[in-house]
């Protein structure tokens, strides 16, 4: 069960005295609440591709070293490539029943609508139920624009002038002011109409092509209700229990919950301490608590492992008038998009499986959602893939055989540059975490990019450091005081045991690193694999978007009926 954009400074469990998580905090009690528990990137894309293919997302073409650091469009062809394998197609290998209920973001078509090259039933799930897509402003009228607003302002005004060109043009021929050829006029209002063409239909309708619902290939809902989604997902994912509890399931449910849009539910609207934001992570924990529920009718709960995180840190720079809309990363630095500071990577990690995981245990050890990946497929059975990994089997801390995980190395990425590096050496409890570079803040001071909402990665947004910050997140887990020479006896070994770990690590990332030279963690780093988030690969062609009826009159309605409280 994955939250989007959920902060770990929002749950319980985790700190929060204030937003009422009792249900989150009862996975917790009954099983095993990880601390250190990393996302593999600071946003959804590929923070979710690294998790469902337990590998980092620049082996799948979807680390950007730009401005787009996710896909925006449906209508792309961007998207996780076929060639790579899930989780859930290595489940599914092995006779499970496997389904994805709600959020997917990692594309649907390449080359033709309809060829589903990165659909959630081509990567292994046998039923999909939910939103291709993800929640964003522009799903709700009057919530703003999440899309290339700027762009999108640029070819407004581009239109705005090429209707006043046209009109000037006009008058002077018939005021007889000037002769103006009929071919002038024809060819100004052919481009006035291109450049309306290029900002209306595919910025101006994203709601229609982005804000839908399939089920499995077929659309569904378009534009979707957001009024009954909640309640849809729900039912939609218990269903699914209900329908394998006599098989091997494996379900994912992905939340739309809490990204923005907020939902306005009525059974949850006003009831929190932490206005609409608040009231949308207690509705994530009814919807938890019914879902523990349903493992437990069923009678499933002794052979059943249930997993809750987010999919990176919270959004705090996303506020309006009413309010924080984004979520609270406790006492951890930065944010959603910001690299790798704490705040966007740090995630709750609950595993619950009475009688086989211990109860009430806590491990800090580090631990990463790539970690996922290889302990299904060790508790599935399956045999060892001769593909690169960069989890690891989480058994043995799950159940306690040992408080330290594999994990003696991570490293953060801020789209497809490295950022930072984590250490935990051997036999310390200290982590290291060495930053190469910082996005930089705006207004300078602040602690996010207020200005523009999202930090980058590249450029003149970031701000590199030779030699490189390094905190102790064992003794400074918010990454407050940073180490030098003269504080930290081990400053040095630190510096060159993350430098030939970055050498080692670019070498599986290339196969034409030189292994002789000093490597360069600030450079773009890429298997050869096609970038999947270039501007080719994220704009919207009209023939690979998924439609309901004949394109482009796309449109229809789920029937459906109101059942949460």
Known sequence: MMVDDLGIGDIGCYGNDTIRTPNIDRLAAEGVKLTQHIAAAPLCTP?????????????????????????????????????????????????????????WHLGVNCELRGDHCHHPNTHGFSYFYGLPFTLFNDCRPGEGKDVLADLQNTLWQLTLLGALA??????VRVCGLLEVSVSVIVAVTFLSLLAFSVWFVPFELLMTWNCIIMRNQEVVEQPMDLDTLSQRLLGEAQGFIERNADRPFLLFLSLAHVHTPLFSSPGFVGKSRHGLYGDNV????????????????????????????SDHGGHIEDADERGQKGGWNGIYKGG?????????????????????????RVFDTPTSLMDLYPTLTHLAGATHSDRLLDGYDLMPVLEGRTERSQHEFMFHYCGAYLNAVR?????????????????????????????????????????????????????????????TPDTEPRYQEVLQ??????????????????????????????????????????????WLQPCCGTFPFCGCTENTTSTLA
């Not at 200005?451 to 990454?479: A, M, N, Q, R, W």
């Open 47 to 103: 923070s979710r591709a690294a998790f469902h293919t337990g590998r980092y997302a620049l082996r799948s073409g979807l680390g950007s070293t730009g401005r787009v650091q996710v896909l925006l469009f449906l209508g792309g062809s961007g998207g996780l490539p076929p060639t790579e394998t899930t989780f859930a197609k290595r489940l599914q290998e092995h006779g499970y029943t496997t389904g994805l209920v709600g959020k």
């Open 166 to 171: 046209l009109l000037s043009l006009v008058c």
């Open 282 to 309: 207690e509705e994530v924990d009814y919807m938890i608590g019914r879902m523990t529920e349903t493992v437990d009718r069923l009678g499933l709960a002794n052979n059943t492992m249930m997993y809750f995180t």
């Open 336 to 360: 959603k998009a910001m690299g790798g500071w704490e705040g966007g990577i740090r995630v709750p990690g609950i595993f619950r499986w009475p009688g086989r995981l211990p109860a009430g």
């Open 423 to 483: 250490w935990h050496p051997p036999g310390s409890e200290s982590v290291y975490k060495v930053h190469f570079f910082t996005p930089n803040f705006s207004p300078p001071g602040a602690g996010g990019c207020y200005d523009t909402k999202v930090c980058s990665c590249h450029g003149s947004y970031v701000t590199h450091h030779s030699p490189p910050i390094v905190f102790d997140l064992h003794t400074d887990p918010s990454e407050s005081r940073p180490l």
């Open 497 to 542: 045991q993350t430098a030939r770990a970055v050498e080692q690590h670019r070498a599986t990332l290339t196969h034409s690193h030189p292994s002789h030279t000093q490597p360069d963690p600030h450079s773009p780093q890429s298997e050869p694999v096609l970038n999947q988030l270039s501007w080719e690969k994220i704009l919207w062609r009209p």
